[in-house]
């Protein structure tokens, strides 16, 4: 078999490559082994000038990476520059924090001496999605090889040439031989890999569903996992919210990437007494999107990544529309253009049973739902299986104090959208998945935090 590179903006494939045979996977797996040995044993500032490294390269590839990234999966240009600089970010971030998270730390005891050391496990496998190429693995990889780990990669099938560019960054920057593997397999092979015995954890960003497959074969060779899975997160206007803020903020955090995201607003729960200007103000917002070539810097919508995804984002719609919704804006497949493109699309009238509020849906769709009260909306944004982030608006800022430790996810952002950022750890509850990346916490997922006691 083979991986095709598809541009999703015109339908065409650009490039097919080979899937590896066994040999070729297990020799890169004994390299990235081999590398281990030698790359925990160098000191942190060696590490951390690789990551400056890596960050410089970032930077001066930015225009070609980007342009890659939006060819292979389909997001606009501009959105694609912005994920190449966030990963230099990352890079610099760890760069500058990782020597004081990863030092030994001492710890008062009656011993003589007593304290905590962070040592690397060995070659973590990285099982990364699609809408993110760069960022889901530069999020995962740079922490971990910074503590030590070396990494082979299983990258989303349809994003082939993004992950062989991932290699070419790292050897652009000058990366020891073996850092970091790109295994070509296909999703039915990531089992195999998991048992090698050379292979130390796994982390997975992706469905729910692929999470609970690897989880569960992770769990069988007790390797330590982290699992950053789907999200529906709600988008909650309180009465007193600034409605233009909420609006012009919502329709970024709902649309970008073309809707393709873990931390999208999902789910508009919405004060009864605001709702009817706000879906007034969300209605302007969406008609004044362009779509059309993610190539071009004016483009807001481009295509979904393939185009399984857009029957199934429109089998969403059509169902809910059948159980009651109403589409204000779009609803349809735009086959006036060549590629896998959605119309943005606003909805009213959603309630949980619909798929578009139960279920996660991955492109430009924005239902709304009315709450009656705050203890309402909060319980509408807990009714999901899902609990990544969450984003309140309101001008109260003890009310949404209250409300941040009654909502079940991952994070909570106040007038402002859900995002990840280096400085904070990322991660959810429930189906949403486990373990934390980014922060402090992210760089303690993949080390053996070790006691010592001297007497």
């Known amino acids: 078999m083979s991986f095709k590179s598809i541009n999703p903006a015109t339908g065409e494939v650009v490039k097919e490559i080979p899937e590896d045979k066994s040999k070729t996977i297990e020799n890169k797996i004994e390299k990235a082994h081999k590398t281990f040995r030698e790359w925990r044993a160098t000191i942190i500032s060696e590490r951390t000038s690789l990551l400056n490294k890596l960050a410089d390269t970032l930077e001066k590839n930015l225009e070609s990476l980007s342009k890659l990234i939006t060819e292979e999966m389909g997001k606009p240009i501009r959105q694609a520059e912005a994920e190449v600089k966030k990963c230099a970010w990352v890079c610099r971030h760890y760069a500058e924090k990782a020597p004081d998270l990863l030092a030994e730390k001492p710890v008062e005891t009656d011993a003589s001496y007593s304290g905590v050391r962070y040592e690397p496990l060995g070659v973590i496998l990285g099982v990364m999605p699609w809408n993110f190429p760069l960022w ?7 922490p971990a090889i910074a503590a030590g780990n070396t990494i082979v990669l299983k990258h989303a099938s349809n994003v082939p040439r993004c992950a062989l560019a991932i290699e070419e960054i790292f050897r652009e920057s000058g990366a020891p031989e073996g850092l970091v593997e790109v295994l070509m397999i296909p999703s039915k092979k990531v089992k195999d890999v998991i048992k090698h015995e050379l292979i130390r954890g796994v982390s997975l960003t992706g469905s729910t569903e692929a999470g609970m497959k690897v989880a569960q074969e992770a769990g069988k060779h007790i390797l330590p996992s982290v699992m950053e899975l789907g999200g529906s997160d709600p ?11 909420a609006a012009r903020i919502g329709i970024i955090a709902r649309m970008q990437n073309n809707g393709q995201s873990c931390i999208a607003a999902k789910r508009f729960i919405v004060a009864d007494v605001v709702a009817p200007k706000f879906t007034e103000l969300m209605k302007e ?4 999107l362009k779509v059309g070539d993610p190539l071009d810097p004016e483009t807001d919508i481009g295509p979904l990544a393939r185009k399984d995804l857009v029957e199934t984002l429109h089998e969403q719609v059509k169902d809910s529309v059948k159980k009651g919704a109403r589409v204000l804006v779009g609803g349809n497949k735009m086959k006036n253009l060549p590629g896998f493109y959605y ?5 009213i009238d959603v309630a949980p049973g619909m798929p578009v509020f139960d279920e996660e849906t991955f492109g430009p769709v924005l239902p709304i739902t009315v709450g009656h009260s705050t203890e309402e909306m909060i319980e509408l944004a807990n009714q999901s299986e ?5 984003s ?5 800022s003890d009310l949404a104090k209250q409300l941040i430790p009654e909502l079940e996810t991952g994070m909570v952002f106040v007038n402002a959208m859900v995002r990840s950022d280096p400085r904070l750890p990322f991660g ?3 189906k949403s998945g486990y373990g ?3 922060g402090d916490h992210g760089i303690y997922e993949f080390v053996n935090i070790k006691t010592v006691w001297i007497g």
């Open 343 to 347: 119309a943005p699309t606003l909805m």
């Open 436 to 438: 934390r990346e980014l």
């Open 392 to 396: 309140i608006w309101t001008l109260d």
């Open 428 to 430: 959810g509850v429930k």
């Open 136 to 142: 889901q693995f530069f999020r995962f990889a740079v």
């Open 386 to 390: 899902y609990g990544l982030g969450a």
């Open 235 to 245: 988008f909650i206007v309180l009465e007193d919210a600034i409605l233009r803020d």
């Open 285 to 288: 917002q969406i008609n004044r």
